[in-house]
């Protein structure tokens, strides 16, 4: 497809396990960033990724969390050690570049995640 | 970060238009604004942005005040489709990797 495609698009599992979620950015898009959305609240920001320079990890909560992009394309949020709340919807976004105004950005539907 | 204001909720009946405002008093001369909707169990969507002119493309219009402090976005014809959470957000011109959503508007619309 065209758009941003995650995956799964639902996850529960046990407190204390570790989990990936996954996003394909459209393609030809070099900026790609992490949200995540707690329930009924708006978007908090966890990581950027811009081409080949070193990404922005400033909105990432704990160490538990951490996110790689291979090849300019898909990235992977891996959260070790889940919490129940790290429970919320995990939302990617790509654009064609980032740090321009100008440039919208492309979210996917998100991971729903659920720690019991 | 410069600051947003919506109403928590409004609305509309279909086939009707609809006029959701913003505040931004604090809004810089470099900020741009922005306006995403996010559908029931979707992630949110890119509608329209503008810096001081008027903006009109195939899904809304933005009109922006002239001390730039508040903004409207404007459906013109209200659909059933259009019911979501809709987000005005404020973008410096660079370095602006986040964006920071607040609550948003939700809309409902009513056939």
Redesign the interface.
């Known amino acids: 497809g065209a758009g941003v495609s995650q995956s799964p698009s639902n996850k529960v599992t046990e407190k204390g396990k570790d989990v990936e979620l996954r996003c394909d950015p459209i393609s030809g898009h070099t900026a790609l960033y992490w949200y995540r959305q707690s329930l009924g609240q708006g978007l908090e920001f966890l990581i950027y990724f811009q081409g080949n320079s070193a990404p922005d990890k400033s909105g990432l909560p704990s160490d538990r969390f951490s996110a790689e992009r291979t090849g300019g394309s898909v990235s992977t949020l891996t959260i070790q050690r889940t919490q129940q709340e790290d429970s919320a919807v995990y939302l990617c976004a790509s654009s064609l570049v980032a740090g321009y105004s100008n440039q919208p950005q492309h979210f996917g539907d998100g991971t729903r995640l659920s720690i019991l | 970060d410069a600051k947003t204001t919506q109403p928590n909720s409004m609305e509309s009946n279909e086939e009707e238009p609809v006029h959701l405002p913003c505040n931004h008093s604090t809004i810089s001369g470099t900020?741009?604004i922005?306006w995403y909707r996010q559908l029931p169990?979707?992630?949110?969507?890119?509608v329209i942005?503008g810096l001081t002119s008027n903006v009109n493309n195939r899904m809304a219009s933005l009109a922006i005040a002239e001390d730039r402090k508040s903004s409207t976005l404007i459906l013109h014809r209200a659909t059933l489709r259009d019911a979501a959470v809709y987000?005005c957000i404020l973008?410096?011109?660079?370095?602006?990797?986040?964006?920071?959503?607040?609550?948003?508007t939700r809309l409902t619309v009513k056939p």
């Open positions: 900020d741009y922005h169990s979707q992630g949110p969507e890119y942005h987000y973008r410096a011109e660079y370095n602006n990797n986040d964006m920071r959503f607040g609550a948003g």
